[in-house]
């Protein structure tokens, strides 16, 4: 017998409209707020970490559902979205104490230039390219969701290839 009960609909809007609306100001809010003095500088890697392992524990998770092992699914999903405000906070930390980093600044001077720009080749050009996708997909992802919530009846399965793509680009643009 299965005792947990499907969430409400509507406190589930409610959340993903609050969520949808704080988390992009907070992350624009970043671009303004420094503070001086602290170094976070040994987090990217350990971001990005996080959002493999919550990659991995979404595959698991769907394993497990399709295994009907819902027990262990709730669990798992659980441990990734604990993972994800884990992984935010590092975020937050990070950009709220560190400068911008541009790709291909070898000296790391804060400016781009012709030689560094001709040294990093095509590679620039496709770490932009997944970090311009990233952008769109974190912004998109929660109204996108919610769409999907609203019109399908089996919205995590059709959620699942859109937030793993997130957190596959998040992992490798950091």
């Not at 992350?27 to 420094?34: E, M, R």
């Not at 009907?68 to 994800?84: N, V």
């Not at 919610?146 to 059709?158: F, G, Q």
Request: glycine share 6%.
């Amino acid at each position: 017998m299965n005792t947990t009960s499907a969430p409400n609909k509507t406190n589930l809007r409610k959340w993903i409209v609050a969520v949808s609306i704080v988390i992009p100001i907070a992350v624009a809010a970043l671009f303004g707020i420094k503070i001086e003095g602290v170094d976070f500088s040994f987090l990217p890697p350990i971001y990005a970490t996080i959002n493999g392992i919550t990659a991995a524990l979404l595959v698991l998770a769907l394993i497990f559902i399709k295994r009907g092992k819902i027990q262990l699914h709730q669990k798992t999903i659980q441990t990734a979205l604990g993972l994800s405000v884990l992984f935010l906070l590092c975020y937050v930390a990070y950009h709220m104490t560190s400068d911008s980093t541009l790709y291909g600044d070898l000296d790391h001077n804060g400016n781009l230039s012709a030689k560094e720009r001709e040294l990093v080749g095509p590679t620039r050009l496709a770490y932009v390219i997944l970090l311009i996708s990233h952008i769109f997909l974190s912004v998109a992802v929660i109204p996108v969701g919610k769409a999907i919530i609203k019109n399908i009846k089996n919205w995590p399965a059709s959620l699942f290839p859109f937030g793993y793509m997130l957190l596959l680009l998040e992992s490798l643009s950091f």
